[in-house]
């Protein structure tokens, strides 16, 4: 069974510019979440999305977002990079979501640079 | 926001040697649960707890959901060099939008 896959797995942008990241989870999962890692602030939830819809989101600001399609896949969208975004962002799938469990596989990374 | 409380920060041991660490948060959680990144991945679940009290296994690892909610501990016997890694804790909350929050992270490194 294929894992979790992100894509870029890097990439560098400068501040201002816009990301979008892409997440195909595991086959058979609905639910994909995604998170914010630094090493000064840790793992981070930014949001959830479960059959197409956002169940849950955390405390980022507007400027990211994301959405998620019929056949699962998920991506995320930064808009007017700030140079604190720059971070190892993982996507999560799950067969049934956070509201059920925490049991969660995770892809290997997209790691942002802005610059 | 709800944070969770992880110590250690880091660990250096010898080979061999058995480790604990722990997790403390001032929420009350459903679910806490472990999990350990390598270098250049995302993390791979270790354990997962439902019930407060309960103590499960896996291998050499061990950990504990704590009584009144709000702390879990995990524990490796006999470490070996592919112990290596960040070991994350991270608890579901009990409340609200059902949300995973994780710990700052214990790196282990192991001397051989």
């Known amino acids: 069974k294929a894992g979790v896959t992100q894509t870029p797995r890097y990439l560098i942008k400068t501040r201002g510019q816009q990301v979008t990241l892409s997440c195909s989870p595991i086959s058979g999962h609905r639910s994909v979440s995604w998170y914010q890692q630094t090493p000064g602030q840790g793992l981070q939830f930014l949001f959830e999305?479960?059959?197409?819809?956002?169940?849950n989101k955390g405390n980022f600001p507007g400027r990211f977002s994301g959405r998620q399609f019929s056949n699962s896949r998920s991506e995320m969208n930064v808009s007017t990079l700030e140079l604190g975004d720059s971070a190892l962002y993982l996507c999560?799938?799950?067969?049934?979501?956070?509201?059920?469990?925490?049991?969660?596989?995770f892809g290997e990374g997209s790691r942002l640079t802005v610059l | 926001g709800q944070q969770l409380n992880q110590s250690p920060q880091s660990m250096f041991i010898q080979e061999g040697e058995d480790v604990s660490m722990n997790c403390t948060s001032s929420?009350?959680?459903?679910?806490w649960l472990w999990y350990k990144q390598d270098p250049g991945e995302g993390p791979v679940l270790l354990i997962a707890?439902?019930?407060?009290?309960e103590l499960t296994s896996n291998g050499r690892l061990t950990a504990q959901f704590g009584i009144t909610r709000k702390d879990s501990f995990l524990n490796i016997s006999a470490s070996i060099p592919s112990d290596v890694g960040i070991y994350f804790c991270a608890g579901c909350l009990i409340q609200g939008a059902q949300k995973l929050v994780f710990g700052q992270g214990t790196r282990l490194t192991i001397n051989p």
């Open positions: 999305y479960f059959s197409e819809t956002q169940r």
């Open positions: 929420s009350i959680f459903n679910t």
């Open positions: 707890l439902y019930k407060a009290g």
């Open positions: 999560a799938s799950s067969p049934r979501g956070l509201a059920v469990t925490g049991e969660l596989f």
